[in-house]
C-alpha cells in the first residue's frame, strides 16, 4: 500500500479556485489508479474523480464535470484536483485514494473500491 498525504484545502469564495495535491510514499504510485473523494457533514462519502496509472483517462462525476480537472505527475508521486468555478455546495472534506487493482474507471466508483486513503483535507466554500 501507499501513504497519502493532502494538502491544498482551505476557505474560498464562491466562484474561485483551490488546487489539491496528493503525495505518495513508494516506488509503485505510477501502477496505481488514483482518486478524489469528498464528504460532506452528515452525508456519504462521493466520488469525485480518478485518473489512470498513465494519466491518459479520468472519469468525473457529473457534478463537476467542467469544473474540476484531476491530474498526475509519476515523477513526483502526486496526484492533483485543480478545482475553478467553486460552490458552496463543493464544500466538504476531500480525501485521496489510490488502488493498485482497478482496471476499468467509472462515475460509479465507491470507496470500497480503493485500498488506501489519506487523511483528507478541508475545503470550505462560502457563499
Known amino acids: 500500500q501507499v501513504q497519502l498525504v493532502e494538502s491544498g484545502g482551505g476557505l474560498v469564495q464562491a466562484g474561485g479556485s483551490l488546487r489539491l495535491s496528493c503525495a505518495a510514499s513508494?516506488?509503485?504510485?505510477?501502477?496505481?489508479?488514483m482518486g478524489w473523494f469528498r464528504q460532506a457533514p452528515g452525508k456519504e462519502r462521493e466520488f469525485v474523480a480518478a485518473?489512470?496509472?498513465?494519466?491518459?483517462?479520468?472519469t468525473y462525476v457529473d457534478s463537476v464535470k467542467g469544473r474540476f480537472s484531476i491530474s498526475r505527475d509519476n515523477a513526483k508521486n502526486t496526484v492533483y484536483l485543480q478545482m475553478d468555478s467553486l460552490k458552496p455546495e463543493d464544500t466538504a472534506v476531500y480525501y485521496c485514494?489510490?488502488?493498485?487493482?482497478?482496471?476499468?474507471?467509472?462515475?460509479?466508483?465507491?470507496?470500497?473500491?480503493?485500498?488506501?486513503w489519506g487523511q483528507g483535507t478541508q475545503v470550505t466554500v462560502s457563499s
Open positions: 485518473i489512470a496509472w498513465s494519466g491518459s483517462s479520468t
Open positions: 485514494a489510490a488502488d493498485r487493482t482497478l482496471v476499468v474507471l467509472t462515475t460509479t466508483l465507491r470507496p470500497r473500491d480503493f485500498g488506501s
Open positions: 513508494g516506488r509503485t504510485f505510477r501502477s496505481y489508479v
